[in-house]
């Protein structure tokens, strides 16, 4: 790909200031900057790399008051953050913009497929499925029978959709996920652990976007639901009959367990273990490594520790866990006195 600084700025609305005919085929950082490439300039502490950068164009914000020369040619923006995350977004668009079907895809005759399907190399669609317009099946990928994939959808490479799951629109299922496994249920009998049959399945709403190697278990009865917007980090496990609300994200290492009902625009940092069947209020934060065994029900509270509670308490306790060898220390000096 290639465009000059002047069409770059047209697709941003800037102000170029230099050489509106510069070539650019590539993206950079400001630091690793090289001829033919664009970069931007948002954080200051970042503000001494334009002055030697050889980075063709910058992106910098409108109030950018250079202090020295700068060789590159500039396109001033209101927000120089935003514009390259446009540009960054623009890029992956047609980076990602696979077409066709492979002659090593298979296809059944009983799936029904929108347009503009691309279905890479021993990519699988089973029967009934239902797949929707402008979606993007990588190879390897496997979707299972009754599986609904709604349109502008991407399946990257190796994931695996077990039958009847639901997928909306908009959504991204990185390598490796599988969507629909079975929840982990036994019942204890006399002659062992005897499987409990998982019939329900998972439903994930529009714009989700899962990671890598996730695995979100298919409902014993019913569905595990992920609801609009929900954003999940790698490494993530969702187990049977959980529902995670709108606007959710969760980073790598979040494990939930069964039945568990998460609310809205919830914020998980990394492994955080949730056990099952607890309700979480909208608006929860929880910070890594916590442990969560009892339901929080007050909306917009920050959790810390396992077992978590109030953040605010856990810090005034952890000064305190800190100095508990000093504590112990001055007991026994003060035992021994007494003595």
Known sequence: MEFTAKQIAGILNGQIEGDADVK???????????????????NPAYTHYIYGTKASLIIVNKDFAATAPVSATLIRVDSAAAAFAKLLEMYNQV??????????????????????????EF???????????????????????????????????????????QIGKDCIIHSGSVIGSDGFRFEPQSEGNKKVPQI??????????????????RATLGS???????????????????????????????????????GKNCMFSGQVG???????ADNTIITAQSGISKSITKAGEVYM???AFDANKYRKAYIHFRNLDALVQRVDKIEKQIK
């Open 200 to 217: 329900g399945n998972v439903i994930i709403e529009d714009d989700v976007e899962i990671g890598a190697n996730c695995a979100i278990d």
């Open 224 to 262: 595990t639901i992920l609801r609009k917007g929900v954003k999940f980090d790698n490494l993530v496990h969702i187990a049977h009959n959980v529902e995670i609300g709108e606007n959710s994200y969760l980073a790598a290492c979040n494990v939930v367990a069964g039945s568990t009902k998460i």
């Open 305 to 307: 520790g396992s077992p």
């Open 123 to 165: 990519a699988v669609i089973s029967d009934n499925a239902r797949i929707g317009n402008n979606v993007k099946i990588y190879p390897q990928v496997f979707v299972g029978d009754n599986v609904t994939i709604g349109d502008n959808t991407t399946l990257f490479a190796g994931v695996k959709i077990y039958s009847d799951t």
């Open 24 to 42: 650019i085929t590539k993206l950079s950082k400001i630091e690793e900057g090289e001829p033919g490439s664009i970069s931007f300039l948002a």
């Open 95 to 120: 980076k990602l913009n696979k077409t066709g079907v492979s002659k090593h895809a298979y296809i059944s005759d009983s799936a029904k497929i929108g347009d503009n399907l691309y279905a890479g």
């Open 274 to 280: 949730i056990v099952g069947h607890l309700n979480i």
